[in-house]
C-alpha cells in the first residue's frame, strides 16, 4: 500500500501562482498524476508525468500554465500552477500508478488538497 499526501494548496487570487507537492511512501517508483474535481462533476485528468520523468502529459486547456515534475529521490511529484484563473478552483488530487494505466486507472489516490482562487 502506497500513501500519497498532497501538500500547497491555498487560496491565491487570479493570475497568481501555487506549487503542489506529492510525497510517495515507499521506495518503489510509479508514475504519478493529477486530477482535480469541483462539487457536482466528474473528476478530470490534469497531468501525468512517467515513472522515467518523461513522456508529460497535460490537458490540452492547461498546457502552457502547469507543469508537472519529478524528484525520484524524494519519491516526490510537484504540479507547478500559474497564471491561475477562478475556474481552476477545485480538489487536487495526486495519484501514483502504472506507466500505461495512470491517466485511466491509478492504483494509488491521495486524500485531496483544496486550491481556490479569487477573482
Known amino acids: 500500500q502506497v500513501q500519497l499526501v498532497e501538500s500547497g494548496g491555498g487560496l491565491v487570487q487570479a493570475g497568481g501562482s501555487l506549487r503542489l507537492s506529492c510525497a510517495a511512501s515507499?521506495?518503489?517508483?510509479?508514475?504519478m498524476g493529477w486530477f482535480r474535481q469541483v462539487p457536482g462533476k466528474e473528476r478530470e485528468l490534469v497531468a501525468t508525468?512517467?515513472?522515467?520523468?518523461?513522456?508529460?502529459y497535460y490537458a490540452d486547456s492547461l498546457k502552457g500554465r502547469f507543469t508537472i515534475s519529478r524528484d525520484n529521490v524524494k519519491n516526490t511529484v510537484y504540479l507547478q500552477m500559474n497564471i491561475l484563473k477562478p475556474e481552476d478552483t477545485a480538489v487536487y488530487y495526486c495519484a501514483a500508478g502504472s506507466d500505461s494505466m495512470i491517466a485511466t486507472s491509478p492504483v494509488f489516490w491521495g486524500q485531496g488538497t483544496q486550491v481556490t482562487v479569487s477573482s
Open positions: 515507499g521506495s518503489v517508483i510509479y508514475a
Open positions: 508525468i512517467r515513472r522515467s520523468g518523461g513522456n508529460k
